[in-house]
């Protein structure tokens, strides 16, 4: 029944469309109207379920080529193809969109190398008594996790899977374990390298680095917003998310300690050296404890390398005064040459300045003008002493920051190694095991990317490499695995292109049609100022959210607002960041809430679909602060870009 309704409302919008194109338009109708007509019949076409790269391009040319015909009839078949060929290949020529195959072909290698439950169950001992601690540790699985894939239905179908049973069955609210699974899955189109942000990037001409380094906070921001939801919700109604009992908590504990007493809460790294020091089973070799010690104080071993490398940082010696004086010398070298070759010589002074010395060696020079001072252009002041500039460069001393730093630092420490026993050391072995990897890897690829390493595409084909060595590390890769990455990345980014190449061919006959211009004067006429028009454009994202999906919104929508945003004075960097934090509801709000219907199809029978909805609702009021708050404060999304790319 289904079918035959969708089959007769596509030959009704074909009828529709049909009757537009070749009846004869009514004497107060301009092509502009017939564009906004052109948007409305593909919104309609999307709901209806009709593939969106082809409904627009269908759209794109047949109202193109009504465009065409209604100036040129003679030609307007040949502009229309003409227009076709060009859209698609300025589409394919777009250097920015090959990374898009690479961060999918990395996330699929990740998904695939079972990371993933090593992750949520060394995430969920380490937070075992934190309140909420299933339901902090699944945010937190879901936020590396699509951090590292992008992928937002592989993420909550995983999550689904080994989180929602978890939870069940520690007595956590239904409501609660549904909204933390599909908003923390969602994360993954936010925080970078995000799939949407190089969309966007492409669309609407931003900088895809800047819009990485504009993303990290706001993302960060999201996920401890949810964090500190679950928190409240398990402090003040404990019923929805209970503590876990003891008997939960029990990390199993190497052989080798069963040698030393009371070893599952006996502080680590003073049990192991007194065993190393002390006698020892026959089956307890040497070379285990020793290397136990080793990951124990790699925390210490870690803190103090870095704090060596800021030392070395902070008390290097400014090159700047040396510089400052070879370029006087030059200066001074190019001068006699000038009054060699015939100029004005100044008459001599009594302590002029010496002959320029030889092979870079800086001569002494007694109470004349520094060389310095003639070079930086400051006249020359009888009797005015310098002192001359020391031949090897100081080092300066660290600043007080620095040791309060390093004091705060040992201290924490300390208190760390205080309580690091024997259970806290396996928790800490399993995570290194699971998180630290990823982490590397996401941080290596974002670093490239950020501090102008790598261009996004060098480093998704880094971060795909990544994915493989991770997949052979983990015993997971094998030619299946590879094959069916590369297939899914196929498959997904030949669905970008097509989506690229209709949303072309789509925003060229909406401007052929003079849409934009209409849209355009209709926004100007309102005489609103830049908060107002902030305001109503996310609300208008916000509500295409429900209908629609974010890709949808993305190539449609972006070209009609991104030409405004100049009369407003608005950055379109900044106005990215809040796009892609509005559109984390696209995920989220019914009907077309495709978080929920992925979390659905691997949940227990007796988790309906409207729980799952109302479990979403409070996320979504969450997403709805963090833009608020990312207006408010936008220096939360534009520090980093300003103090990276001045």
């Not at 931003?206 to 993303?215: F, M, P, Q, R, T």
């Not at 290097?316 to 015939?342: F, K, N, R, Y």
């Not at 310098?386 to 460069?393: I, K, L, Q, Y």
């Not at 908060?531 to 609300?539: E, H």
Request: glycine share 8%; charged share 10%; with cysteine.
């Amino acid at each position: 029944m289904r079918k035959e309704i969708y089959f007769g409302l596509s030959i009704l919008v074909l009828i529709v469309i049909g009757l537009f194109i070749l009846m004869p338009a009514p004497a107060d109708m301009t092509n502009g109207h017939l564009g906004l007509l052109m948007l409305a019949l593909v919104v309609v076409a999307i709901m209806l379920g009709f593939p969106t790269a082809f409904t627009l391009m269908g759209m794109g040319v047949m109202f193109a080529w009504f465009a065409f015909h209604s100036n040129d009839p003679a030609n307007a078949t040949q502009l229309t193809l003409d227009l076709m060929v060009q859209r698609a290949y300025s589409v394919m020529a777009n250097d920015v969109l090959i990374s898009i195959p690479l961060f999918i072909f990395m996330g699929y290698l990740v998904e695939r190398a079972n990371l993933i439950e090593r992750l949520f169950k060394s995430l969920h001992l380490a937070m075992a008594r934190v309140p909420g601690s299933l339901a902090v540790a699944t945010i937190v699985t879901c936020a590396i996790f699509a951090t590292a894939t992008g992928i937002v239905g592989a993420v909550v179908t995983l999550m689904g899977l080994l989180a929602l049973p978890a939870m069940l069955k520690a007595g956590y609210s239904t409501q609660l374990s549904a909204g933390s699974i599909t908003a923390g899955g969602c994360l993954g189109i936010l925080i970078p390298p995000s799939v949407l942000l190089i969309v966007y990037g492409a669309t609407a001409g931003v900088s895809v680095v800047k819009l990485y380094a504009g993303a990290f906070f706001p993302g960060i921001m999201l996920a401890s917003l949810y964090v500190a939801y679950v928190l409240i919700v398990a402090k003040l109604k404990p019923s929805a998310a209970p503590p876990l009992p003891a008997e939960e908590r029990i990390v199993a504990l190497p052989a080798f300690t069963q040698t030393i007493p009371n070893a599952y809460n006996k502080s680590a790294v003073p049990g192991l050296v007194r065993a190393i020091k002390g006698p020892r089973g026959a089956d307890v070799p040497s070379r285990t404890l020793m290397s136990h010690l080793f990951v124990a104080l790699l925390p210490a071993l870690a803190f103090a390398a870095i704090m060596g490398v800021s030392y070395r940082i902070v008390t290097a010696p400014d090159a700047a005064p040396t510089e400052l004086v070879e370029m006087g010398a030059q200066q001074d070298i190019d001068s006699s040459s000038s009054a060699d070759a015939g100029g004005l010589e100044e008459p001599p002074v009594e302590g002029g300045l010496q002959e320029p010395p030889v092979e870079g060696e800086l001569a002494e020079p007694p109470s004349e003008q520094p060389v310095a001072a003639a070079a930086a252009g400051v006249p020359e002041a009888p009797g005015a002493e310098v002192p001359s500039a020391p031949s090897d460069p100081v080092a300066k001393p660290a600043s007080k920051t620095y040791w309060i730093v390093l004091a705060v630092g040992v201290v924490a420490l300390g208190i760390f190694y205080l309580f690091f026993s024997f259970a806290r050391l396996e928790i800490f072995k399993m995570l290194l095991g699971s998180l630290f990897p990823l982490a590397i890897m996401i941080l290596a690829v974002l670093g490239s990317i950020v501090f102008g390493l790598a261009t996004p595409t060098e480093a998704a084909a880094m971060g795909a490499f990544g994915g493989l060595i991770l997949a052979i590390a983990y015993r997971r890769f094998n030619f299946g695995l590879l094959r069916e990455s590369a297939h899914l990345a196929t498959k997904t980014t030949a669905m970008v292109c097509w989506l690229f190449v209709g949303s072309s061919i789509f925003s060229a006959a909406f401007a052929l049609l003079g849409g934009q211009e209409i849209i355009n004067a209709w926004v100007l006429g309102m005489n609103l100022t830049p908060v107002q028009f902030m305001i109503l454009a996310q609300v208008v994202i916000f509500l295409l959210g429900w209908p629609l999906e974010w890709t949808e919104i993305i190539v449609i929508f972006m070209p009609i607002f991104v030409p405004l945003l100049a009369h407003f004075n608005i950055d379109p960097l900044f106005f990215g960041l809040l796009v892609a934090m509005n559109l984390q509801t696209a995920f989220l709000s019914p009907p077309v809430a495709m978080s929920a219907f992925y979390l659905k199809g691997v949940s227990p029978p007796h988790v309906t679909l409207n729980q799952i909805f109302l479990g979403m609702l409070p996320f979504m009021g969450l997403q709805i602060l963090g833009i608020v708050l990312l207006y408010a404060f936008p220096a939360i999304g534009l520090w980093l870009p300003e103090v990276l790319y001045k």
